[in-house]
């Protein structure tokens, strides 16, 4: 008889080194948030996340992202 509880297959490990981000939060203008969020774009900053601000639910926050530099 077959062993039906067999071990689930394990992922391949990942060869090399393992990404690095930093982190970056934003606060956006409403009439601005295009030019706010380009410019960080250029830099190599990826938006992950627009939220309400803590204190003021009518201003908005960006939670940014980037690989680490070496």
Known sequence: MD???ARPRTAT???????????ATVP?????????????????WELVQVVPGPNNPEQLV???????SA
């Open 28 to 44: 956006l203008l409403v009439h601005a948030t295009k030019q706010i969020l380009d410019t960080w774009g250029e830099d190599g």
């Open 62 to 68: 960006a939670y940014l992202k980037r690989e680490k």
């Open 13 to 23: 490990a990942k060869v090399g080194r393992m990404t690095k981000w930093e982190y």
């Open 3 to 5: 062993n039906v509880c």
